[in-house]
């Protein structure tokens, strides 16, 4: 089965960058399109960006366009969220999620329905 595991959160200040990561163990990632999701506490947990099986199409949420950048590197099994100019707001744990559907048109919606794969999560702390 596949596992995938974050890695890659901690402390930053506002305004600085983060880079995530999101690795398979065991298997392929190259058959999955991949979704970060972010939970803060007291809410809903909400889609932050998304790549599809073939890197092609990406998507983001309006609240982290233009500083987000995913990526995904299949010589090492792995997907990348680049964070910059990091506000308090982004302060969250941060998951992966691996989707056996090549594409999703709409990755942020039904997540329990659209992924088959969660990772365990990653802390993201923005404090000063």
């Known amino acids: 089965q596949l596992q995938l595991v974050e890695s890659g959160g901690g402390l930053v200040q506002p305004g600085g960058s983060l880079r995530i990561s999101c690795a398979a163990s065991?298997?392929?990632?190259?058959?999955?399109?991949i979704g970060w999701f972010r939970q803060a506490p007291g809410k809903e947990r909400e889609g932050v960006s998304y790549?599809?099986?073939?890197?092609?199409?990406?998507n983001y949420a309006d609240s982290v366009k233009g500083r987000f950048t995913i990526s995904r590197d299949g010589a090492k099994n792995t997907v990348y969220l680049q964070m910059n100019s990091l506000k308090l707001e982004d302060t969250a744990v941060y998951y992966c999620?691996?989707?056996?559907?090549?594409?999703?048109?709409?990755?942020?919606?039904?997540?329990?329905?659209?992924?088959?794969?969660w990772g365990q999560g990653t802390q993201v702390t923005v404090s000063s």
């Open positions: 999620a691996a989707s056996t559907i090549a594409t999703l048109w709409n990755p942020f919606t039904l997540p329990q329905r659209n992924y088959n794969y």
């Open positions: 065991g298997f392929p990632l190259d058959p999955y399109s």
């Open positions: 790549i599809s099986r073939s890197g092609s199409i990406t």
